[in-house]
């Protein structure tokens, strides 16, 4: 089934309501520092805002926001290879200067090919220095949003996730999971329903685990680690992951789409 006119209105909105709200957490986790704006339209069709912060607090966060659509879906194989295709969705991710406070990421997105369309997306924490109950408190958010998808739902993503996440040349997954979910399919309410429970999970409980570790003294060699850890992540994000590969394939804006890079990062 198609999109009508008011579910792609209402799609916008969500997207841009929760962008608003994630950045002006994130600010105040910082409290200095604000996000810059910058648009981009794409040629082919469609475009987004990319929201940049770099503050004394918060090294580097980006919270984007693209709706994009062209005549074919650039797929390699599968039986929606070279249908008309629409994408919109919001893309978060953080990293911070304290080395206590864990990197996170975040994304939703609603997919029509076709006369079909379906949501994927997660979220994920990645901390440098582990704290059980920060790991904890990530994965009852999680598992809570998903109530909005089903009641069974839960350990099924946090699965996805664990796998979808593993760095193969590392022999390891790069943080401690969360969720991760592709290719639902269900009416809009629901699926609409389901993407606000995951960003409003996510914009609640994220910064409060960065407010609590953004004061934690830490040590040069703790530092240096990070730089390192980091590695990891630019790793998976350049060489795995899907939604890089989906924006570059689809000719989104190169900044936007690199802007989950680590501002500093050693090997």
Same mark, same amino acid.
């Given at each position: 089934? +198609?999109?009508?006119?008011?579910?792609?209105?209402?799609?916008?909105?969500? $997207?841009?309501?929760?962008?608003?709200?994630? /950045?002006?957490?994130?600010?105040?986790?910082?409290?200095?520092?604000?996000?810059?704006?910058?648009?981009?339209?794409?040629? %082919?069709?469609?475009?987004?805002?990319?929201?940049?912060?770099?503050?004394?607090?918060?090294?580097?966060?980006?919270?984007?926001?693209?709706? !994009?659509?062209?005549?074919?879906?650039?797929?390699?194989?599968?039986?929606?290879?070279?249908?008309?295709?629409?994408?919109?969705?919001?893309?978060?991710?953080?990293?911070?200067?304290?080395?206590? /406070?864990?990197?996170?990421?975040?994304? !939703? &997105?609603?997919?029509?090919?076709?006369?079909?369309?379906?949501?994927?997306?997660?979220?994920? $924490?990645?901390?440098?220095?582990?704290?059980?109950?920060?790991?904890? %408190?990530?994965?009852?958010?999680?598992?809570?949003?998903?109530?909005?998808?089903?009641? @069974?739902?839960?350990?099924?993503?946090? /699965? =996805?996730? #664990?796998?979808?996440?593993?760095?193969?040349?590392?022999?390891?997954?790069?943080?401690?999971?969360?969720?991760?979910?592709?290719?639902?399919?269900? @009416?809009? @309410? &629901?699926?609409?329903?389901?993407?606000?429970?995951?960003? @409003?999970?996510?914009?609640?409980?994220?910064?409060?685990?960065? #407010? &609590?570790?953004?004061? *934690?003294? =830490?040590?040069?060699?703790? +530092?240096?680690?990070?730089?390192?850890?980091?590695?990891?992540?630019?790793?998976?994000? $350049?060489? =795995?992951?899907?939604? *890089? &590969?989906?924006?570059?394939?689809?000719?989104?804006?190169? %900044? /936007?789409?690199?802007?989950?890079?680590?501002? !500093?990062? +050693?090997?």
């Amino acid at each position: 089934m +198609k999109l009508e006119l008011d579910q792609k209105q209402r799609l916008e909105a969500f $997207l841009q309501d929760a962008r608003d709200r994630l /950045a002006a957490r994130l600010e105040s986790v910082d409290g200095t520092g604000t996000f810059q704006r910058s648009s981009w339209q794409r040629p %082919e069709g469609g475009g987004g805002t990319m929201s940049v912060l770099r503050g004394p607090v918060v090294e580097k966060a980006g919270v984007n926001i693209s709706s !994009v659509c062209g005549p074919e879906y650039p797929a390699i194989e599968g039986e929606h290879r070279g249908k008309p295709f629409a994408a919109a969705g919001i893309s978060t991710i953080t990293h911070m200067m304290n080395p206590h /406070a864990p990197i996170a990421h975040m994304n !939703v &997105r609603l997919l029509e090919v076709g006369d079909k369309f379906w949501i994927g997306g997660g979220a994920d $924490l990645t901390p440098f220095i582990e704290y059980e109950d920060d790991t904890r %408190e990530f994965h009852a958010a999680m598992e809570k949003a998903c109530l909005a998808w089903g009641t @069974d739902c839960h350990e099924r993503f946090r /699965a =996805w996730c #664990d796998e979808y996440f593993y760095i193969p040349h590392r022999k390891s997954i790069r943080g401690v999971g969360g969720i991760f979910f592709d290719y639902l399919e269900g @009416d809009f @309410d &629901r699926c609409l329903g389901f993407m606000k429970a995951v960003t @409003d999970a996510y914009t609640d409980i994220y910064p409060r685990i960065l #407010d &609590r570790r953004k004061r *934690t003294s =830490w040590t040069d060699e703790e +530092k240096d680690g990070q730089l390192f850890w980091r590695g990891r992540y630019a790793e998976f994000n $350049l060489a =795995w992951d899907r939604g *890089t &590969r989906f924006g570059l394939m689809t000719g989104g804006n190169t %900044e /936007a789409i690199f802007v989950s890079l680590p501002p !500093v990062v +050693k090997w």
